[in-house]
C-alpha cells in the first residue's frame, strides 16, 4: 500500500470501520450498568465519527487506488484481507449518514421508551454498524458470511426493541428466513473452497475462470446459490415478502437504519457480478436477475398502492428502490451500474427519512398511521412539507436526485434488447408511487374533521420526549435527499468512476493479492539468539 495516499501510518484507517463500532458497542454494555448516563454520549459520539471517518475514506478512495488491510499481517490469500475502493467508501459513508439520523431520533427517548430489551439498544445499534462496515470492505467470502451475522445478530436484538405483538410476530419470520438464508450461504462458500481451494475474492476472481472441467458446475452450482442468499438480503423477487411487515413493525430508527440491509445485498450482488460472472460461470445470471428486479419493481409499486398503513407503504418503496437498483445491475453495463450506484444514495437517504417522517405523522395522528380519515396531525404544515419532499424524492420527480438516477438508468436501457421493458416498468411503477403517495397524502392531511380530537395527546408536539432532536433528525435526512440534488454532479462524477473501476477488476485483484505484510518492527528470534534463548 503506498503509504502517501493513506491516512494512518500502515493504512490502518481501513479496518478503522469496523474497529471504531466495535469498541464503542463494548464500552457501551460496561457503561449500561456502571454510568448509564453516558451511553447516549458515547454512542452519539462513535456515530459522528463514524461520519467524518467515512468521509475520509470517500476523499482517499477517490483516488482511483484500491488499498488493501491485511490483518494479522498475512498476505492474500492466506490471511484475511480488507479492501477500500469507491464502492466499499461510498457504502460506508451511505451507512454513517442513515446512521447519524437514526440515532439521533433515538436519542430524543425512543432508545429507552420500553425497559427490556432497549437497555441494549445503543450497543447492538453499534454492533450493527460494525457488521455492516464489515460487510463493504471484507475482501473475503467467509468472512462476509461472519460479517452479515454479526449485522444481522445485532438486527434480531434491535428489531425486538419494544417486544410489541405485531413486532414480535414479523421478528419470527424475520429470523427464519434470514437463518434459512444464512445456511445457504454457509453452503454455497463451502462448496467454492472445496473446488478453488480459496475464499479470498481477489484470488476467486483469477482462479474460477482455471477450473478443471469436472468443477465447472460445482462452481457454477456455488455461485448461483450465493447469488440467491445475495438476493434474499436485497429484497428480490420472490423473496422480499419478509421485508413489508418486519419493517413496518419495527421502531422508527431501527426502519431507518434498516434501510442499509437491502444495499447490502445489492452491494454484495454488483461485487460478486463484476468479479465472478465475467468468468463465464454462470451466464445467464444477468438476464434473470433484470427480469426479477423489473417484476420486483413493478409489485412493489402495486403494494404501496394496495397498502393500508403508512409504514407499509414506505417498506414497499425500499422493495421498489432495491428492485431499481438491481435493474440497474442487471443491465449489464458500466453505465447501466453508473445509473443505479447514482440513485442509491438518495434512495437510501430517503428512505431513512420516509421511517422517522412516518412516526411524526403517526404521532400526530394519536398513534395511528392508517391510511383512513382521523384526526388531523398537529402542527400538519410542516409535517405536510416533509411529506411533499420525500414523496417528491421517492417518485422519482424532477428536481430531486431520484428522478436523475431513474433518467440515468432510462437512457442507459437504451442500448439494451430490455429497452422497452425497462421504460415501461420503471415509468410505470413511478406512476403508481405518485398515485399511492397522494391517496396516502389526501387522506392524512385533507379528510379530517375539525381538528384534532378532544382529549388526544399532542404527540406531535412531544412525540419521544425530546421533540428538537425527533424534529433534528427528520429535517436533517430530508435536508441530505434535497442536497444530494445540489451535489448531483460530484455524485455522478464519482458513481462513474466506481463504475468504470468495477468493470476493470483487475485493479482490485492486484491490490488484494499484491499486498504486502508490513516489516516487523523488532527481530524476536535474533533478540533470542543473542540473549542465547534460541539456538
Not at 454512542?43 to 478512495?61: D, E, F, H, N
Not at 453495463?333 to 427519512?353: D, H, I, K, Q, R
Request: aromatic share 8%.
Amino acid at each position: 500500500m503506498n503509504a502517501a495516499a493513506t491516512l494512518l501510518p500502515g493504512g490502518h484507517e481501513v479496518v478503522l470501520p469496523i474497529v471504531l463500532p466495535l469498541v464503542a458497542g463494548a464500552a457501551l454494555l460496561l457503561l449500561e450498568r456502571a454510568a448509564s448516563r453516558w451511553v447516549p454520549v458515547v454512542s452519539a459520539a462513535a456515530v459522528a465519527a463514524g461520519v467524518l471517518l467515512a468521509a475520509l475514506l470517500v476523499q482517499q478512495a477517490d483516488h482511483g487506488t484500491v488499498h488493501a488491510y491485511l490483518l494479522g499481517n498475512w498476505a492474500a490469500p492466506h490471511g484475511v484481507a480488507l479492501a477500500l475502493d469507491r464502492l466499499s467508501a461510498l457504502m460506508l459513508l451511505v451507512t454513517a449518514l442513515v446512521a447519524a439520523a437514526a440515532l439521533t431520533y433515538a436519542l430524543a427517548g425512543d432508545d429507552r421508551r420500553h425497559e427490556t430489551p432497549s437497555r441494549h439498544f445503543h450497543a447492538l445499534f453499534q454492533f450493527q454498524l460494525m457488521g455492516l462496515n464489515g460487510a463493504f470492505l471484507t475482501a473475503d467470502l467467509f468472512n462476509l458470511f461472519v460479517f452479515f451475522e454479526v449485522l444481522l445478530a445485532a438486527s434480531y436484538g434491535l428489531l425486538l426493541h419494544g417486544a410489541t405483538r405485531e413486532r414480535l410476530k414479523a421478528s419470527v419470520h424475520y429470523v427464519v428466513f434470514n437463518l434459512a438464508g444464512s445456511a445457504l450461504f454457509l453452503v454455497a462458500v463451502s462448496l467454492l473452497y472445496a473446488v478453488a481451494g480459496t475464499l479470498n475474492m481477489a484470488d476467486l476472481a483469477v482462479k474460477l475462470p482455471q477450473l478443471a472441467a469436472q468443477n465447472q458446475r460445482l462452481a457454477q452450482s456455488a455461485l448461483l446459490m450465493l447469488l440467491v442468499v445475495f438476493a434474499v438480503k436485497a429484497a428480490l423477487l420472490p423473496l422480499y415478502f419478509w421485508l413489508t411487515d418486519t419493517y413496518a413493525s419495527a421502531s422508527a430508527p431501527t426502519a431507518a437504519l434498516f434501510a442499509v440491509l437491502t444495499k447490502v445485498g445489492v452491494y454484495a450482488i454488483v461485487r460478486a457480478t463484476t468479479l465472478f460472472v465475467p468468468a463465464g460461470l454462470v451466464t445467464g445470471a444477468l438476464p434473470l436477475l433484470s427480469m426479477l428486479a423489473l417484476a420486483t419493481l413493478v409489485l412493489a409499486a402495486l403494494g404501496a398502492l394496495a397498502a393500508l398503513r403508512l409504514r407499509t407503504l414506505v417498506a414497499y418503496l425500499v422493495v421498489a428502490s432495491a428492485g431499481t437498483l438491481l435493474l440497474a445491475t442487471g443491465l449489464g453495463s458500466e453505465s447501466g451500474l453508473a445509473a443505479g450506484l447514482f440513485y442509491l444514495v438518495p434512495s437510501t437517504l430517503v428512505a431513512c427519512a420516509w421511517f422517522l417522517l412516518a412516526d411524526r405523522i403517526a404521532s400526530a395522528r394519536g398513534g395511528s398511521d392508517r391510511l383512513q380519515p382521523g384526526q388531523r396531525p398537529a402542527a400538519w404544515a410542516p409535517l405536510g412539507i416533509g411529506f411533499f419532499v420525500a414523496a417528491v424524492a421517492v417518485a422519482g420527480v424532477p428536481p430531486l436526485a431520484a428522478f436523475m438516477g431513474k433518467a440515468l438508468l432510462l437512457r442507459a436501457a437504451g442500448a439494451t434488447p430490455w429497452a422497452g421493458w425497462v421504460v415501461a416498468g420503471v415509468l410505470s411503477s413511478s406512476l403508481m408511487v405518485m398515485v399511492a403517495l397522494a391517496r396516502a397524502g389526501s387522506v392524512l392531511f385533507w379528510e379530517h374533521g375539525s381538528g384534532p380530537a378532544s382529549g388526544m395527546p399532542d404527540r406531535a408536539q412531544d412525540p419521544t420526549g425530546q421533540p428538537g432532536l425527533a424534529r433534528a433528525a427528520t429535517v436533517g435526512a430530508l435536508a441530505a435527499v434535497v442536497l444530494c440534488a445540489v451535489a448531483a454532479g460530484p455524485i455522478a462524477r464519482y458513481t462513474a468512476a466506481t463504475a468504470a473501476q468495477l468493470f476493470a477488476p483487475q485493479s482490485y485483484v492486484k491490490a488484494v493479492l499484491g499486498a504486502q505484510p508490513l516489516p516487523a518492527t523488532a527481530d524476536v528470534r535474533r533478540e533470542m539468539r543473542e540473549r542465547g534463548d534460541l539456538k
